[in-house]
């Protein structure tokens, strides 16, 4: 399941209240987008049981960091 608009604003909000601003480790630039789709580590394997991951793209530079939805506390499919 992506992410809602009010989980990907939550995700925002956390990244704000911890990095200030959040920046892109690669270029700089404070102009990170947290993206609606998730990534699901080693999705072909279906012993996995990694936790699906919160992409947040620099839209300066392309960068992604991934960041934890089970720390972000956010309930993903
Ligand atoms: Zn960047």
Redesign the pocket.
């Known amino acids: 399941m992506p992410l809602t608009r009010e989980q990907q604003q939550a995700v925002a909000n956390h990244l704000k209240s911890r990095a200030q601003p959040p920046k ?6 404070a ?1 990170m987008v947290v993206q609606e789709h998730l990534t699901h580590p080693n999705a072909a394997d279906p012993e996995s049981t990694a936790d699906p991951l919160v992409n947040v793209v ?1 839209n ?4 992604v960091l991934h960041f934890s939805t089970s720390v972000l506390g956010l309930a993903v499919d």
């Not at 892109?24 to 630039?29: D, E, L, P, R, S």
């Not at 300066?60 to 960068?63: R, S």
């Open positions: 892109c480790q690669v270029c700089g630039a102009n620099c300066y530079c392309g960068h």
